[in-house]
């Protein structure tokens, strides 16, 4: 499982937009690249997937740039909601079950 | 809601104490997940069922012994645990061949 690199927080203002950057270096050919959410004393929530290039949903965007060796979750105007902890996961195709989960980045968004 | 939901919410218990967390997916996801989440740490992975069987054991002490009787539940049965185990114990479920995750609310357990 490729090792991810994040920053461990970010400050922003309501109505910003937010790039969070996660490094994988040793990302496999295989490997997907996912963005969970996390409210205090809840439980991570899926927010994105990607493989290579640019993924859009209602929610965010991810920016894979061509050597995948890092990935960047872009949230459009944030609002005070959106105050979690981000994580980064690599895993392997579909399917990938073991769901490694490192300290991820802590947003704090401010009104 | 996730369609994955957790029993107790909140668990306080002693050191000899035996007890149970239930998990129950609506979502007709056929691989089940404990995780443990301590304060301050990463989101650790315990277990692993597909179609009922286990298929994942991250070494987790023999004090915590998971059961899996169909897709749609999990429990996880405790028994001499120690104040170390203390943190929130979150339940998921998936598709098998979606790496899609979905997490219950979590059973915050307080070991005395």
């Known amino acids: 499982l490729a090792k991810t690199t994040q920053p461990i927080s970010m400050d922003s203002y309501e109505g910003q937009e937010v790039n969070i950057t996660c490094s994988h270096n040793?990302?496999?050919?295989?490997?997907?690249i996912t963005w969970y959410q996390q409210f205090p004393s809840q439980g991570p929530r899926f927010i994105i997937q990607g493989y290579k290039t640019k993924v859009t949903n209602e929610v965010a965007s991810l920016f894979i740039p061509a050597d995948r060796k890092s990935s960047t979750l872009s949230l459009p105007r944030v609002s005070l909601s959106d105050t979690a902890v981000y994580y980064c996961?690599?895993?392997?195709?579909?399917?990938?079950?073991?769901?490694?989960f490192g300290t991820g980045t802590r947003l704090l968004v401010s009104p | 809601e996730t369609g994955v939901t957790q029993t107790p919410r909140h668990l306080v218990m002693g050191m000899t104490n035996k007890k149970s967390l239930k998990c129950e997916q609506h979502?007709?996801?056929?691989?089940m997940y404990w995780y443990k989440q301590s304060a301050k740490k990463p989101l650790e992975l315990m277990f692993v069922y597909n179609f009922k069987e286990q298929t994942e054991n991250n070494s987790v002490p023999s004090r915590f012994s998971p059961e899996c009787p169909n897709s749609s539940h999990l429990f996880l049965h405790l028994h001499t645990l120690q104040p170390e185990d203390s943190a929130l114990y979150l339940c998921?479920?998936?598709?098998?061949?979606?790496?899609?995750?979905?997490f219950g609310p979590g059973t915050r357990l307080t070991v005395l």
């Open positions: 996961l690599v895993g392997e195709g579909t399917g990938f079950q073991k769901l490694v």
């Open positions: 040793n990302i496999a050919t295989n490997d997907y």
């Open positions: 979502l007709g996801h056929n691989a």
């Open positions: 998921a479920s998936s598709q098998a061949g979606n790496n899609e995750q979905f």
